[in-house]
């Protein structure tokens, strides 16, 4: 079952921080498609390490003293790196996808401010994630006529092109007005794809 018909959507002024932020990483970081969490975290100057770098036991204390539902990944500041560190859990899935997006959840931590775990950081986080990787306006201006197209073209797994196609049709069903941040988007990959006049 999709866990999002459970749950209640953000205030609109939260998608809109959310979104204007991650275009502005786009955009700000020189971004191109599909999206590579890896360097997106590079370029913010964040650490990212996988579990398979060191001994279980060693994975199974920083899961322990991450959040409960840290198995995927987790982030921190260390004060001594004076950074933060993004740890991903590829012990458990190589699926690069779903590590792609691991990577980007926790970016969407770091960047929203979260200090803590709950619920709501976690809802908040997701859509980062997603948006970050997919957002709205591009499986159009790509084409994208299905969520194997998305998947195609954005490099993402299918629960997670899934989710998006479905924002991404929710968005053109109800007029898909483009914000004047998702506009900035769009001209900025219509220039770096050479696409014209859509």
Same mark, same amino acid.
């Given at each position: 079952m999709d866990d999002n018909l459970l749950r209640p959507a953000l205030p609109k002024s939260l998608y809109d921080r959310i979104e204007a932020d991650v275009v502005k990483l786009h955009i700000d970081l020189d971004l191109v498609l599909p999206v590579d969490p890896y360097l997106v975290a590079e370029r913010l100057g964040f650490i990212v390490r996988r579990f398979s770098e060191i001994s279980n036991a060693d994975a199974l204390n920083i899961l322990k003293t991450g959040p409960d539902n840290s198995r995927? +990944? &987790?982030?921190?500041r260390d004060p001594e790196l004076d950074t933060f560190v993004i740890w991903i859990n590829d012990l458990e899935s190589t699926y690069e996808p779903r &590590?792609?997006?691991?990577? $980007?959840? #926790?970016? +969407?931590h770091i960047r929203m401010g979260h200090r803590g775990d709950s619920p709501l950081a #976690? $809802?908040?986080a997701n859509y980062y994630a997603a948006y970050a990787l997919v957002p709205s306006p591009l499986p159009a201006l790509l084409k994208c006529n299905s969520f194997m197209d998305i998947i195609d073209e954005f490099n993402i797994s299918i629960d997670c092109a899934f989710n998006c196609s479905k924002r991404c049709m929710n968005w053109a069903m109800y007029g898909g007005s483009i914000k004047p941040y998702e506009q900035q988007l769009k001209e900025y990959y219509k220039k770096i794809l050479n696409i014209d006049g859509r």
């Open positions: 995927d +990944g &987790l982030s921190y &590590l792609n997006f691991t990577i $980007m959840h #926790e970016i +969407g #976690e $809802m908040i």
